[in-house]
């Protein structure tokens, strides 16, 4: 069985400084004083505590709250590096989904607008609970950005989502 970080020792290794942890003791290749975290291939920040990988914004958020994240951690900025906790809100994986940046596969600029060659018109459309849902064909990208916008407002999703990807380091 995995042992778990409590609160009690999180507070013994770490000290938070507006979303950077600082090791208070020395450990192997890790001495006092030194910011804590690594960058994985996904951007997030990943500590070694008692022999066991976790990323930062956990650790973070169980020295804010007394207990771990009842669901998935969500940047809100969507910066993965980003660990103050005005930064981290527990949500679940769909409304985290709502929170994503544009993919670095989209041509057009606006997430969920396509031009549909066919039809020689902007598309827009929207996925909701797995299911694909058409807003309509559009002479300006204009209105299709609009038609989208209007439609993650009514679904629910973050008012950041779709905004540019944060650059990773």
Not at 40 to 52: E, F, P, R, S, T
């Amino acid at each position: 069985m995995k042992k778990q970080l409590t609160y009690e020792r999180a507070h013994e290794l770490y000290q938070y400084m507006d979303g950077v942890l600082v090791n208070k003791i020395g450990r192997q290749r890790a001495p006092k004083g030194a910011v804590v975290g690594t960058p994985d291939g996904n951007g997030y920040l990943i500590a070694m505590a008692d022999g066991v990988r976790i990323k930062v914004h956990r650790i973070v958020w169980l020295m804010h709250y007394g207990s771990w994240p009842a669901k998935a951690i969500d940047h809100v900025n969507g910066d993965r590096s980003d660990n103050r906790i005005e930064n981290l809100r527990d949500v679940d994986q769909l409304e985290n989904s709502r929170n994503q940046q544009r993919r670095s596969t989209n041509s057009s600029g606006v997430t969920g607008v396509f031009w549909n060659y066919i039809h020689r018109k902007w598309q827009a459309s929207i996925s909701v609970e797995g299911k694909k849902i058409f807003l309509g064909r559009f002479s300006d990208i204009c209105a299709a950005e609009k038609a989208r916008k209007d439609a993650e407002a009514k679904y629910g999703f973050h008012p950041n989502h779709g905004r540019n990807p944060v650059p990773r380091q």
